[in-house]
């Protein structure tokens, strides 16, 4: 087993999430910043919406007993919102009520000191979902054997991105605005998301740039104190050894 020697950042979501490990991915360029610094922690599910993730968040999270002898989440981002936002038929969707209520209950389980799972040196960031680019998506389903109809609507998507603001304002936590910043680099044009997007639902490495830097910016306005070049490596680099006496120079120091 491992030792409990770096806190953590838990990005957890969906597929735009879990598809953030690859090569220019969100978990890939957060992993690279605070390599020695924070263990980065892709907790992404394909296909899941706010109703599903409800049973799986207090799973992967330490309850207020355990929390003194497992690694600190620091940051949790929660970015849902794209699968809910399927039309009624699909089974991945979420009515806009419930969405809200769903993500509410989501940011609950850490900052609501009643929660079995509440922690108070944890910071709490809300992803919108992104545009949905419905020429690229449709071409995709149909190109799929059966071939698919649509199930996303660009304007839904919208919507449930505005929900996803309102709900982290009401909460008091922070919340970064993809929908907003993507649809600008798109030119505000539908068509024009499609060099950001892989199929129309999911990012190519662009688009997760564009997220990575919101949320980059989001961490270094709110949480300074988690901002990557704030941040001394868990343990020395080369040049700070003591070659004559190095045990004393490799000793884990507290980095936060």
């Not at 020697?5 to 598809?19: A, K, M, V």
């Amino acid at each position: 087993m491992a030792a409990n020697i770096q806190d953590t950042i838990i990005l957890f979501g969906d597929s735009l999430t879990e598809l953030g490990s690859e090569a220019g991915g969100l978990v890939q360029r957060f992993s690279a910043v605070y390599k020695r610094k924070l263990d980065v922690l892709n907790r992404g599910f394909n296909g899941y919406n706010t109703r599903w993730a409800l049973h799986v968040l207090p799973q992967i999270l330490a309850t207020k007993s355990e929390q003194p002898h497992v690694p600190k989440v620091r940051l949790l981002t929660i970015w849902l919102g794209a699968n809910d936002a399927a039309i009624p038929s699909n089974v991945q969707h979420v009515p806009l009520s419930e969405y809200a209520s769903n993500l509410t209950q989501l940011i609950r389980t850490v900052t609501d000191p009643s929660s079995a799972h509440h922690s108070t040196g944890t910071g709490v960031i809300v992803i919108t979902p992104p545009p949905v680019n419905t020429v690229q998506w449709r071409a995709y389903k149909a190109s799929k054997v059966p071939s698919e109809e649509l199930d996303r609507l660009f304007e839904t998507t919208r919507e449930y991105a505005e929900k996803a603001r309102e709900v982290a304002g009401g909460e008091g936590v922070v919340v970064v605005d993809v929908w907003t910043r993507i649809w600008k680099e798109a030119g505000e044009v539908e068509e024009g998301l499609s060099a950001l997007l892989t199929d129309g639902l999911h990012l190519n490495e662009r688009g997760y740039e564009i997220v990575f830097e919101e949320v980059i910016s989001a961490i270094k306005v709110n949480f300074p104190e988690l901002y990557y070049e704030n941040l001394k490596e868990t343990f020395s680099l080369f040049g700070e050894i003591d070659y004559a006496n190095p045990g004393p120079s490799l000793q884990k120091r507290k980095i936060l």
